[in-house]
């Protein structure tokens, strides 16, 4: 079993910057795609940036030039740089990871950008 915790989250500024970690307990290198989401109060969960095996990246055009999704196999953790957030960015952020075989997904970490 998997499993992905997520820190690094908080309360900031509009137009500050947060990093956020998922911790993986398996080899990153295994899996597919890892990827982070956010979910806003009532709405659903939207992806916002995803890495491959291979190491390719992409992201919502609602946050490209800002975010940068980074890992660490050393480590075994999946990083999300967040730079110039906005208020609209304030959501609960979810760490996915699918292996060839199953994929999971972290508790969740709360970021709020204040105007």
């Known amino acids: 079993q998997v499993q992905l915790v997520e820190s690094g989250g908080g309360l900031v500024q509009a137009g500050g910057s947060l990093r956020l970690s998922c911790a993986v307990s398996?080899?990153?290198?295994?899996?597919?795609?890892m990827s982070w989401y956010r979910q806003a109060p009532g709405k659903q969960r939207n992806l916002v940036a995803t890495?491959?095996?291979?190491?390719?990246?992409n992201y919502a055009d609602s946050v490209k030039g800002r975010f940068t999704i980074s890992r660490d196999a050393a480590k075994n953790t999946v990083n999300l740089q967040m730079n110039s957030l906005k208020p609209e960015d304030t959501a609960v952020y979810y760490c996915?990871?699918?292996?060839?075989?199953?994929?999971?997904w972290g508790q969740g970490t709360q970021v709020s950008v204040s105007s």
């Open positions: 996915y990871a699918a292996f060839p075989y199953n994929y999971y």
């Open positions: 398996g080899s990153i290198l295994s899996a597919n795609v």
């Open positions: 890495i491959t095996r291979g190491g390719s990246t």
